[in-house]
């Protein structure tokens, strides 16, 4: 059998914005950072958020579009961002994807800033539950995607 021989890139972490350096290393495996802003989940909910807001909302008469779309979009749109500041700022030792516990963390502190306490120092802002639950739908399938994507990207050749 011929050795598998293939071009590697590997990160290196630092403050969280990584640097790629390549070189050849026979079967070698190489486990994929969380790439914050480029990540794809992120790129697609801030398109998606942006056509809602400016496109379809003032277009079409849907309480789901008007409500709670860009809701479900907080976690996939905020949580990398904010991780990316954790990173910068030392709170994050590692590049990995959102783990179960700061999906959580992140759900249950915006719900709570944006839902309780934003409508007692707004007076504008109103509290709604179902905020709260389109927040965890959300934070659900952002969570689902990044597991699947890095079952994916384990014990393979990946190139960012």
Avoid at 24 to 52: I, K, T, W
Avoid at 117 to 123: A, C, Q, S, T, W
Avoid at 127 to 155: E, F, I, M, N, S
């Amino acid at each position: 059998m011929r050795p598998c021989h293939a071009r590697v890139q590997i990160a290196v972490a630092e403050t969280g914005v990584g640097l790629w350096f390549g070189f050849d290393h026979p079967g070698a495996v190489v486990r994929v950072g969380f790439h914050y802003f480029r990540d794809p989940l992120f790129l697609g909910s801030c398109a998606a958020y942006a056509l809602n807001r400016w496109l379809l909302k003032p277009h079409l008469d849907s309480t789901f579009l008007h409500s709670y779309f860009n809701d479900a979009l907080l976690i996939p749109c905020a949580l990398p961002l904010a991780l990316l500041l954790q990173r910068w700022l030392r709170l994050r030792s590692h590049d990995r994807r959102p783990q179960l516990g700061e999906i959580a963390l992140h759900l249950c502190a915006w719900s709570i800033l944006f839902e309780w306490i934003g409508p007692h120092l707004m007076k504008r802002a109103t509290g709604d539950p179902w905020d709260v639950a389109a927040y965890v739908a959300g934070g659900v399938l952002a969570g689902l995607w990044w597991r699947w994507q890095q079952h994916q990207t384990d014990g393979r050749f990946v190139s960012p």
